[in-house]
């Protein structure tokens, strides 16, 4: 394992365990060179799957997209990263447990509007106003009336 402080790649692995959903190894290496320590953590390689776009385009899925897309609605939110990194896996879950290896664009903003609206009622107005491409306040009023009756 590279060593992110001076590239040596040399390490001992000091400390291994499984993480708290027992998906991933978390490991704590120490360089033998600058004897610097850091963190790597090994998951299990899945199956790719293919996200298809809008445009009818595929890309490979990426986990860090919904992340950081929860991440920017639940801006200056009172919700913490672990939570964020919670529904992250839950949703890679979903589409993984998913028999298909192809999953559109659409069916993942929705998964994650399925859980921002349990998580936080901002935070999905948030993603949705960007999701949803509201085109004027009266979409965005329609929205916030039929979170309000839910």
Known sequence: MKCPFCGNLDSKVIDSRLTEDKESIRRRRECERCSKRFTTY????????????????????????ILGGLIRAC??????????????DDIELEIRNNPSNEISSSDIGNLVLKH???????????????????????????????????
């Open 75 to 88: 801006i200056k939110r009172n919700i913490s990263a672990e939570i964020l990194e919670k529904i992250a």
């Open 116 to 150: 921002l609206k349990n998580l936080d009622k901002v935070a999905y107005i948030r993603f949705a106003s960007v999701y949803k491409h509201f085109d004027d306040i009266k979409e965005f009023t329609r929205e916030l009336e039929e979170l309000q009756n839910t």
């Open 42 to 65: 090994e998951r299990l390689e899945t199956q790719p799957i293919a996200v298809i776009k809008k445009d009818g385009t595929r890309q490979p899925f990426d986990r860090n997209k």
